[in-house]
C-alpha cells in the first residue's frame, strides 16, 4: 500500500466537507429566499384581491352579506399570507446566517491550509540556504591553498598560550 505523503491530507478532507457544507448551505438560502418571494407574491395577490372586491350596488341583504363574507375571507387571507411571509423571511435570515457561519468555518481552515503551505516553503528555502553554505564553504575550503603551519598546536593564532589574537 503506497503511503500517502501530503502532510494536510486531513485539513484538505475537512476543507472539502466544510466546502459541501457551504455550497449546501447557500443552496438552503437561495431556496429560502426563493420562498420568500413567493410568499410575498402571494401577499401582494392577495392584498390586490381584496382591494378589487367591489362592494355590492344593489341593497340585496343577501348579497351584501354574501360580499361581506367574501371580503373577510379575504382579509383571513391577507393575514394568514402575512404570517407566511414572516415566517418566509425568519427562515430566509436564518438560512443566511447559517451559511455564513459555514463560510467562515471554510475560510478558517482554507487560510489555516495557506499558513501551512507558506510554512512549508519557508522552512524549504532555509533548507535550501543552508545547503547552499554548506557547498559554498566546503568550496571555499577546497580552493583555499593550504598553509604549512595550519597545525593548531603549533599556530600562534590558535594557540592561547603564545599570545596570539584568539
Do not use: F, I
Not at 43 to 53: F, G, K, N, Q
Not at 63 to 86: I, N, P, Q
Not at 110 to 129: D, G, N, T
Amino acid at each position: 500500500m503506497a503511503r500517502d505523503n501530503d502532510p494536510d491530507a486531513g485539513m484538505r478532507a475537512v476543507a472539502r466537507v466544510r466546502g459541501v457544507r457551504e455550497q449546501d448551505s447557500r443552496l438552503g438560502v437561495a431556496r429560502a429566499a426563493a420562498d420568500e418571494r413567493e410568499s410575498a407574491r402571494r401577499l401582494d395577490a392577495v392584498v390586490a384581491r381584496l382591494a378589487s372586491a367591489a362592494e355590492p350596488s344593489v341593497a340585496d341583504p343577501e348579497a351584501y352579506t354574501a360580499a361581506r363574507r367574501a371580503a373577510a375571507g379575504l382579509a383571513a387571507d391577507v393575514t394568514a399570507s402575512r404570517a407566511a411571509l414572516a415566517s418566509a423571511a425568519t427562515l430566509t435570515t436564518l438560512a443566511r446566517e447559517h451559511w455564513q457561519r459555514d463560510r467562515t468555518r471554510l475560510s478558517a481552515v482554507e487560510l489555516l491550509l495557506e499558513h501551512r503551505a507558506q510554512q512549508r516553503r519557508a522552512e524549504r528555502l532555509r533548507r535550501e540556504r543552508v545547503e547552499v553554505d554548506d557547498l559554498v564553504a566546503a568550496r571555499w575550503m577546497r580552493a583555499r591553498p593550504t598553509e604549512p603551519s595550519a597545525d593548531p598546536l603549533t599556530d600562534p593564532l590558535t594557540d592561547p598560550s603564545a599570545g596570539g589574537a584568539a
